[in-house]
Nanobody
Framework: QLQLVESGGGLVQPGGSLRLHCTVSGFTVKDFVMGWFRQAPGKEREGIAYISKSNNITYYSDSVRGRFTISRDDARNTLYLEMNSLKRDDTAVYYC????????????????WGQGTQVTVSS
């Protein structure tokens, strides 16, 4: 059964950290370009981080570059998003995603989506 299951979200104070997990079953993460998207209330879903298939090249949106780190554990078939120096503007539902190519995932043509995990940054 094909599943992408996110976990690790929650409530955190500004300046704090969280680590999101996306556990995948039904396909192998290293065979896809993997990424993280987020959607804040009243806003469109945006792609924030991607990791390539074979050589683990990473890409970040300007809004998270330098604060977030995407990584992948092929043995565990799991995608991660390390989030540091969190801001109130980072409050959103975070989704993991898989696409066949970087061009596709950057344009939002995602083959597989997770169900999302809520991240709330508030004091």
């Amino acid at each position: 059964q094909l599943q992408l299951v996110e976990s690790g979200g929650g409530l955190v104070q500004p300046g704090g950290s969280l680590r999101l997990h996306c556990t995948v079953s039904g396909f192998t993460v290293k065979d896809f370009v993997m990424g993280w998207f987020r959607q804040a209330p009243g806003k469109e879903r945006e792609g924030i981080a991607y990791i390539s298939k074979s050589n683990n090249i990473t890409y970040y949106s300007d809004s998270v570059r330098g604060r977030f780190t995407i990584s992948r554990d092929d043995a565990r078939n799991t995608l991660y998003l390390e989030m540091n120096s969190l801001k109130r503007d980072d409050t959103a539902v975070y989704y993991c995603a898989a696409s066949a190519s970087l061009v596709e995932i950057v344009s939002g043509h995602v083959k597989y989506w997770g169900q999302g995990t809520q991240v709330t940054v508030s004091s």
